[in-house]
């Protein structure tokens, strides 16, 4: 009946001509820039972190409490903020990465929560160092709900809330 779309591919290329250059994406358009935001917006959230450390020192023999409440007021903002871009505003396509991403992953800590609990076994505070694996999770997951229902209830109050953004 007619031809194929097969045969239109199958056709002999010109030999004057060459096979057609790769395409090149602006650094702009591809992971260039997320990449970017996530490394600046990490330096600052771990600076605020070894901040904190600085204001409220914990001794080698004392129970880690500066990192269990950064790690709560990290995940509280991580709810504030996620309900506030994925229910109230359109956020620039960075502004996730750098701040969720980047600031946040860089404030709160995995590393020294993990550092924090080893060296509470190895002191042999055995009772403590599972309290506090185990309290840190809770806490920090606490503080997410938390966050996001007291957010969604202000939002809620002031005509704002879930679906927000679609109401505009």
Do not use: K
Request: proline letters at 7%; hydrophobic letters at 50%; charged letters at 10%.
């Amino acid at each position: 009946m007619g031809s194929s779309r097969s045969d239109v591919v199958d056709e002999p290329i010109d030999p004057d001509t060459g096979p057609a250059p790769p395409v090149r994406h602006h650094p702009w358009r591809g992971q260039g820039p997320v990449v970017g935001v996530v490394a600046v917006g990490g330096a600052l959230g771990a600076t605020a972190r070894y901040g904190a450390s600085l204001l409220w020192p914990t001794p080698s023999s004392a129970f880690p409490w500066t990192t269990l409440l950064v790690n709560a007021v990290g995940c509280a903002v991580i709810g504030v903020f996620l309900v506030l871009i994925t229910e109230m505003w359109t956020a620039h396509r960075l502004i996730r990465p750098f701040f969720g991403t980047g600031v946040l992953g860089g404030f709160t800590t995995f590393s020294t929560y993990a550092v924090d609990f080893t060296r509470l076994l190895q002191d042999g505070r055995f009772a403590i160092a599972f309290a506090y694996l185990a309290g840190t999770l809770v806490v920090a997951m606490a503080a997410v709900w938390a966050a996001v229902a007291a957010t969604r209830g202000v939002l809620g109050a002031y005509g704002g809330g879930p679906g927000g953004r679609a109401a505009r």
